[in-house]
């Protein structure tokens, strides 16, 4: 990257803390005032910083505009899909993606498990919201108003012994998928069907989707199926970077295992 460039953006995550003069500016940057002014100028004649009256720069609304149009255009589907057919193929079971949209938690993909019993979920169709390992992690991810406003409305009807029962337990079980990074359905939805999931993020941190691995007991237990979390959570992690653009893992707290 050219020098000049690299200035330039430099200059950015700058004003992202607070309007800045152009001494404050050309000290951050290490260069002479008409230096930093060529580049302020830059940025302002294409909308990514503005001049306020008292002569300090701040960012522009054309940067707001442009990072809401690439959230916007972003497919989470078509950035995770290889990643899913990566791990099925490598664990053989099916792999599931699913988004929270107008309350409701639904299926935006699924790979199929290569073995001959199958799962009779669909894509397009909404899960068990209060049992399902990828419900848990969206729901999980929003504010404790917003968890306790959407458990008291909801339904819990008992799939099997192992289903939530009602909402305080519902709330439990949010507070701990919040807190360890993690969730799973261990016959809480069909007794022979257990369940791993683990959250895709944004690049603000914020869960935008969710992926798990689910298996019959016939094919492994969910003692077996656990031990896939590891290999579940590094999936979720790279479709996480790609998705949101950043190097890192954007996951907003160090997550635990199971134990």
Request: hydrophobic share 40%; with cysteine; charged share 25%.
């Amino acid at each position: 990257m050219s020098q000049t460039v690299d200035r330039a953006l430099s200059i950015l995550p700058l004003l992202a803390e607070g309007p800045a003069d152009l001494g404050q500016v050309a000290d951050r940057l290490g260069v002479h005032k008409s230096t930093a002014l060529r580049l302020l100028r830059t940025l302002n004649e294409h909308g990514l910083v503005y001049r306020q009256s008292d002569q300090r720069y701040r960012l522009g609304a054309r940067l707001f505009a442009l990072a809401q149009e690439a959230v916007e255009n972003l497919d989470v589907r078509e950035i995770a899909h290889a990643h899913l057919v990566e791990l099925n193929e490598k664990c053989g079971h099916t792999v599931h993606l699913a988004v929270y949209e107008e309350h409701e938690v639904l299926y935006i993909d699924k790979v199929e498990s290569r073995y001959p019993v199958r799962m009779y979920s669909r894509v397009g169709k909404p899960v068990a919201i209060t049992v399902a390992a990828v419900a848990k992690l969206l729901l999980a991810d929003l504010s404790e108003a917003e968890r306790r406003a959407i458990a008291e409305k909801l339904d819990y009807p008992m799939y099997t012994a192992r289903s939530t029962p009602n909402a305080p337990a519902f709330l439990r079980e949010l507070e701990k998928v919040r807190e360890q990074g993690w969730a799973t359905d261990l016959g809480g939805h069909e007794e022979s069907i257990n369940c791993v999931g683990a959250p895709i993020r944004g690049a603000d941190g914020r869960v935008v989707a969710a992926m798990s691995v689910s298996a019959p007991n016939v094919v492994v237990t969910a003692e077996e199926l656990l031990t896939l979390l590891p290999l579940v959570r590094r999936t979720a992690e790279a479709i996480s970077r790609d998705y949101s653009g950043n190097p890192a893992n954007p996951s907003h707290k160090e997550a635990s295992s199971p134990s």
